[in-house]
Nanobody, 118 residues
Framework: VQLQASGGGLVQPGGSLRLSCAAS????????MGWYRQAPGKQRELVAA???????NYVDSVKGRLTISRDNAKNTVYLQMNSLKPEDTAVYYC?????????????WGQGTQVTVSS
């Protein structure tokens, strides 16, 4: 199983980006999916998560600006990022709880850099 993240880049404050993360491999089902971020010198933190049924939760600092969604047919999770702030600068990682023929465990994507700067 692999998670391939894309969509990061450099954007000015107030701008937008859309991150995508597609899971591939011998997947039976995917439970929760989420996005984490890690800024330099800080611990990795959960930004947003979504259940297989579409229930979402967000860290307080991104509520109203970032939106997580998923396409179950494509095994893909998205993070729409609007009104970006310099403090959103970090490496963003996707995570998914995936059931395969070997059981269920969490998988990580490779990370994608988001830089918010003028």
């Amino acid at each position: 199983v692999q998670l391939q993240a894309s969509g990061g880049g450099l954007v000015q404050p107030g701008g937008s980006l859309r991150l995508s993360c597609a899971a591939s491999g011998n997947i039976f089902s995917i439970n929760a999916m989420g996005w984490y971020r890690q800024a330099p010198g800080k611990q990795r933190e959960l930004v947003a998560a979504i259940t297989s049924g579409g229930r979402t939760n967000y860290v307080d600092s991104v509520k109203g600006r970032l939106t997580i969604s998923r396409d179950n047919a494509k095994n893909t999770v998205y993070l729409q990022m609007n009104s970006l702030k310099p403090e959103d600068t970090a490496v963003y990682y996707c995570n998914a709880d995936i059931r395969t023929g070997w059981g269920t465990r969490g998988y990580w994507g490779q990370g994608t850099q988001v830089t918010v700067s003028s």
